[in-house]
């Protein structure tokens, strides 16, 4: 066989390029190991009827009019806003916290004294990161922080990354600020929903023209020989694919439960966090994703952070510290050494991207490649 570009992986990231190559005329052939389309965003229908996430919840939110539009080619979207709650002292709250989880915690005497200091602070709207507002000198701004900061960031952030939030990049523990607003909506970007046939049969859609050819349950370099072609792009790990030369990057990884419940509902929202109690970080109910209302039982998902172990689990997260960013440079500096090999995505950039982030990273190297 013979193609022009040859796609490591078939998350969003291979999948767009693969999808703007194809409509360019190139003949691209897309390889992935698992025995699915998708990536981490594969969904299917349990044997309940549920249509649940195979890796974890994925929520759909972004601000790129750009990025929206291309994938509303491939599906049609049921609007969706998400909420969280997490579990602080036995209370159910709003997160990411905000003025509305001031209310659910404090009296209102100290809530409205804290809300009033934060507007005045920071301005109604803002997105204030828990370890910028642990450096302010007033002393009820200094008491919220170191609240939120124990009850909410710091328990959830060693459960999820082994780590505590100051030993990590300021941009995890900016991912969920303090909100100074009462939106109790988990994101607030212009366009949130979800794909109304689910992510695989969006997935599908961008995979079926016919310059694209997919063998799944197969690893690339077992194809490597067999296959002619002249370009190579790459979403798995960096350090793998460089057979670690500079020792292997840090990734985390999830071992996840499904779990049927008898009732129509267990949850009031999408999502519950447990910073504080229970091995697992959240419990997700796909049903409020879905809008499978109808079903008169429902499926949660519990997640189990742990250590990544090649072999035995998937690497989901990158570990973003300064001193893996230094170890993904030397690999970055072996990357430019090569012609005509592309690395993206979250693993093959050592970057911690949303979907919509891999799908506008795919987009912008498509159009820097396609005309070389």
């Known amino acids: 066989m013979k193609v022009d570009y040859l796609i490591v992986g078939a998350g969003f990231t291979g999948a767009t390029l693969a999808e703007r190559l194809a409509a360019a005329g190139k003949r691209v052939l897309v390889v992935d190991r698992r025995d699915h389309i998708g990536g981490n965003a594969y969904d299917e229908m349990d044997p309940h009827g549920v249509l649940v996430h195979r890796y974890g919840p994925h929520i759909f939110h972004t601000n790129s009019k750009k990025v929206f539009d291309y994938l509303s080619r491939f599906t049609e979207w049921r609007p969706y806003y998400h909420r969280v709650r997490a579990v602080v002292e036995g209370k159910e709250v709003p997160l990411p916290f905000s003025l509305a989880t001031l209310r659910a915690l404090f009296s209102p005497?100290?809530?409205?004294?804290?809300?009033?200091?934060?507007?005045?602070?920071?301005?109604?709207?803002?997105?204030?990161?828990?370890?910028?507002?642990?450096?302010?000198?007033?002393?009820?701004?200094?008491?919220?922080?170191?609240?939120?900061?124990?009850?909410?960031?710091?328990?959830?952030?060693?459960?999820?990354?082994?780590?505590?939030?100051?030993?990590?990049?300021?941009?995890?523990?900016?991912?969920?600020?303090?909100?100074?607003?009462?939106?109790?909506?988990?994101?607030?970007?212009?366009?949130?929903?979800?794909?109304?046939?689910?992510?695989?049969?969006?997935?599908?859609?961008?995979?079926?023209?016919?310059?694209?050819?997919?063998?799944?349950?197969?690893?690339?370099?077992?194809?490597?020989?067999?296959?002619?072609?002249?370009?190579?792009?790459?979403?798995?790990?960096?350090?793998?694919?460089?057979?670690?030369?500079?020792?292997?990057?840090?990734?985390?990884?999830?071992?996840?439960?499904?779990?049927?419940?008898?009732?129509?509902?267990?949850?009031?929202?999408?999502?519950?966090?447990?910073?504080?109690?229970?091995?697992?970080?959240?419990?997700?109910?796909?049903?409020?994703?879905?809008?499978?209302?109808?079903?008169?039982?429902?499926?949660?998902?519990?997640?189990?952070?742990?250590?990544?172990?090649?072999?035995?689990?998937?690497?989901?997260?990158?570990?973003?510290?300064?001193?893996n960013e230094e170890r993904y440079r030397l690999y970055l500096e072996e990357a430019k050494k090569l012609k005509g090999v592309y690395f993206a995505g979250r693993l093959g950039d050592y970057r911690y991207y949303n979907m919509d982030q891999a799908v506008a990273r795919a987009l912008k190297l498509f159009e820097e490649i396609v005309h070389e």
């Open 109 to 323: 005497r100290l809530a409205d004294r804290l809300e009033e200091k934060l507007i005045a602070r920071f301005g109604y709207g803002a997105r204030v990161p828990i370890l910028r507002l642990r450096e302010e000198e007033d002393p009820d701004l200094r008491f919220l922080a170191d609240y939120v900061y124990k009850n909410v960031f710091e328990g959830y952030t060693l459960k999820q990354w082994g780590l505590r939030p100051e030993e990590l990049s300021p941009s995890v523990t900016a991912r969920v600020p303090v909100l100074v607003s009462h939106d109790t909506r988990y994101f607030q970007d212009a366009y949130q929903a979800m794909p109304k046939e689910g992510y695989t049969a969006l997935f599908r859609r961008m995979l079926a023209h016919p310059n694209i050819k997919l063998l799944l349950q197969a690893d690339w370099k077992e194809v490597e020989g067999e296959v002619k072609f002249a370009r190579l792009v790459f979403t798995g790990p960096i350090d793998e694919f460089f057979g670690y030369l500079h020792g292997p990057l840090p990734y985390r990884s999830l071992r996840f439960r499904m779990e049927l419940h008898p009732g129509p509902w267990a949850q009031e929202v999408g999502t519950v966090n447990y910073p504080n109690e229970h091995p697992y970080t959240r419990v997700t109910e796909f049903k409020h994703l879905t809008g499978q209302d109808y079903l008169p039982h429902s499926t949660l998902c519990y997640e189990y952070p742990e250590a990544y172990e090649p072999g035995r689990n998937e690497p989901y997260y990158p570990v973003p510290r300064e001193e």
